[in-house]
C-alpha cells in the first residue's frame, strides 16, 4: 500500500485553511517597492498593535485585493511574522475569489514547492465559495510538481461547496495521481463532518482509490489520537470501520497503529 508522507507547511481546518506560520517560508522573496502599496493599506500598518490595526489593515488590505490580486497577494506573503493570521488569510480569500486563476498562476510561479505559499488557501476557497468548476480547470494544467497540492485543495473545498458535484468530478479523472490527492481532500474534509455518509461513498470507490480515501481518514485520526493528545474514534470503533472494508489485514493493520501522520493537510504518496 502506498504510504503518505507530511507536509509541514498546510493545516487543514474545517470551513477555511489555516496557512501556517510557515507560509511566508514557502514563498520566493520578492521585495515590494513601498510606492506599490496603497496609502490606506501603508496607513494602517503605522497603527500601534492591536484589535483596531488588524480591522483596518484587513479592510484595507481586502479592498486592494479586489482591485490588484497579484499585488497585494506578493504583500501579504511578506507581512512579518507578528501580523496576526486573520490579515494574511483575508487577502488570500479576497484574491481567490477576485480573480482565482491570476492569483494561482502567482503562486505557482513565486513560491516554492511542494506547498506553493498561498496555493492551498486560495485553491480552496477558490473552488469552496466561487467556481469549482474553473478551479479543476486550473489544476488540469497545473505544473506536474504542484499538482497533488492543487486536486487535493480542490477537493477540499468543492466538498464543501457540493459533495455530489465534487465526487462526480473526481470520478472522471483519468489520471489516477490527480485522481487520490482529489479523494483525499475530499476524504480528509467529509471523514471529519460526517464519518457515516463518508463511509457510503468511499465503499463505492474501488481499488487504490478505496484505500486512498481509508488511509486519509485513518491518517486524520492517528493524528488527532497522538498529536493532539485527544482521541475522538476509539481504536475499538476504528478497528470496526476498518474491517467494513474489502482491504488487506496488512492494510488494515498499518491504517489502525502506523506512525501517525503530522496533523498538517495535504500530503503525497511516497513512490
Known amino acids: 500500500m502506498k504510504r503518505f508522507i507530511g507536509s509541514p507547511c498546510v493545516i487543514v481546518l474545517t470551513g477555511f485553511v489555516a496557512l501556517l506560520p510557515a507560509l511566508k517560508a514557502g514563498v520566493d522573496s520578492n ?15 503605522q497603527l500601534p498593535k492591536g484589535d483596531e490595526k488588524t480591522k483596518e489593515l484587513s479592510a484595507a488590505a481586502g479592498e486592494w ?30 484574491c481567490a475569489l477576485a480573480n482565482g486563476k491570476a492569483s494561482a498562476d502567482w503562486a505557482v510561479q513565486h513560491s516554492r514547492p511542494p506547498e506553493f505559499g ?71 474534509k467529509w471523514g471529519r463532518a460526517n464519518i457515516l455518509a463518508a463511509t457510503v461513498w468511499i465503499n463505492q470507490l474501488k481499488g487504490d482509490d478505496l484505500k486512498v480515501a481509508v488511509k486519509a481518514i485513518a491518517g486524520d485520526w492517528r493524528a488527532n489520537k497522538f498529536n493532539n493528545g485527544s482521541n475522538a474514534r476509539n481504536e475499538a470503533a476504528m478497528k470496526e470501520w476498518l474491517d467494513s472494508f474489502p482491504l488487506s489485514d496488512t492494510d488494515k493493520t498499518e491504517d489502525l497503529s502506523g506512525p501517525p501522520l503530522s496533523n498538517t493537510g495535504a500530503v503525497a504518496p511516497k513512490k
Open 31 to 45: 521585495s515590494q517597492d513601498a510606492d506599490a502599496v496603497p496609502p490606506n493599506v501603508q496607513k494602517a500598518l
Open 118 to 188: 498561498p496555493l492551498h488557501g486560495l485553491l480552496f476557497v477558490w473552488s469552496s465559495r466561487s467556481d469549482p468548476a474553473a478551479a479543476a480547470a486550473w489544476c488540469a494544467e497545473a505544473p506536474k510538481n504542484a499538482r497533488y497540492i492543487s486536486f487535493f485543495s480542490v477537493g477540499d473545498g468543492w466538498y464543501l461547496k457540493d459533495q455530489p458535484a465534487a465526487s462526480n468530478w473526481v470520478a472522471k479523472l483519468e489520471s489516477a495521481d490527480d485522481r487520490h490527492a482529489a479523494i483525499h481532500g475530499i476524504a480528509l
Open 65 to 94: 485585493a479586489k482591485k490588484d490580486p497579484t499585488a497585494a497577494l506578493a504583500w501579504s506573503q511578506q507581512l512579518p511574522r507578528d501580523t496576526p493570521f486573520s490579515v494574511s488569510a483575508g487577502v488570500v480569500a479576497a
